[in-house]
């Protein structure tokens, strides 16, 4: 889910080019005096950082919610700066002329709560990190759990506050993809089509245990102090080993090994000491370590727990939630993808029954072909959107 972390760190070396940016953004703020999470907690004020691309016509019918992934922002497409090294991680389908043509449509992306990456310039978010305004001190552990519910709540809230009645579609990738479709669950009559990319209906048994991995390298430092480091050293060494994890469980064994076409399992350094390692385990650290300032710990904690909970409707009845729908909906799982795999796509698609439709995206990145070869649907997705 970590899709951005593996563009910088990845790309390069299996010889992939996104395309240059058309278009040029800047990061806004959005802020809610008081929110009322799904759980009846309240946080005091709200803030989230969203981005716009196109123009919204005068009826206002013409808007696209994008919804990001598990360590992504709202930093969709295009870029901020001409010198800016890569563009948005979906720049290659939105953008004028694109699948999502923003020549057509006003293409709106936020930030969620607790985004991952709380310490990014890029990055407005409230969370863990952010300060309780009653005691002056980050929230720590004292902030609310927050659901897929809240991530869409304040969506919706920002959408609204632009005087958008209705969303021409609302698109997003892995949990990206719960948000969406809990939009079209929750709130049916604002949601004209769905897209859900390498996504799901729920969080099964294996997803539950499997996002545990995520968080249990971080519980173990010492330094995450049940969540209280933030007058301290911040528990880095747990978070690099969470993203390396998660690095790992997003790709496929095939394009994993083409990143590393010189591994060797006889070497002399780990033939001859158990502390030495591997070059490949040194690759795969140091992208992680790569991206540690910039994330804070909690904040993937309150993210893995809000993925666990997710089922669409939030209420452990996934056919009768889903029987809700009443957006046009396209499913676009990866077939080979090892961590949503394609089969809980398909559940859910089934459960909406004739209104929705099903491809795969076939490639060799595993869940990130969500992100690399996402523009092989480019034509299924504009077709979509102007049915």
Known sequence: MNFRFYVCTFLLVCSCALSAADLMVEKQKFTLDNFTTFNGKTIKQVNVGWEAYGTLNEEK??????THYFTGNSHAAGKYTKQDAMPGYWDSIIGPGKAIDTDKYYVISSDTLVNASAFDKNVITTG??????????PY???????????????QKALVESLGIK????????????????????????MVE?????????????WLVAGLEKWAAPIKQDPLWNN?????????????????????????HPAIFNASNPKHQNIIDGALNDINATFPVVDWLYGAAKARVNSMDANHILYLVRASQLFIAGHNNDLAASLAKVKAKSLFLPATNDLLLYPE????????????????EINGMWGHLDGLFTISQKAKVLSDFLAE
């Open 61 to 66: 019918s013409n808007a696209i919610l994008i």
């Open 128 to 137: 863990p990190a952010s300060i309780n305004p009653d005691t002056g001190k």
């Open 140 to 154: 720590g552990l004292s902030f609310p759990v927050v659901t897929i519910r809240d991530f869409v709540n304040v």
């Open 166 to 189: 209705k969303l021409h579609a609302v698109v997003g990738a892995s949990m990206g993809s719960m948000q969406s479709l809990e939009w079209a669950v929750t709130y049916p009559d």
């Open 193 to 205: 089509r769905m897209v859900s990319v390498i996504g799901l209906g729920q969080s099964d048994a």
């Open 227 to 251: 969540g209280d480091y933030y007058q301290g050293t911040a528990p880095n060494t747990g978070l690099m080993l969470s993203l390396a994890t998660i690095t790992q469980e997003a790709m």
């Open 344 to 359: 809980m796509a398909k559940k859910a698609h089934d459960l909406i029954g004739e209104n929705s439709h099903y491809e």
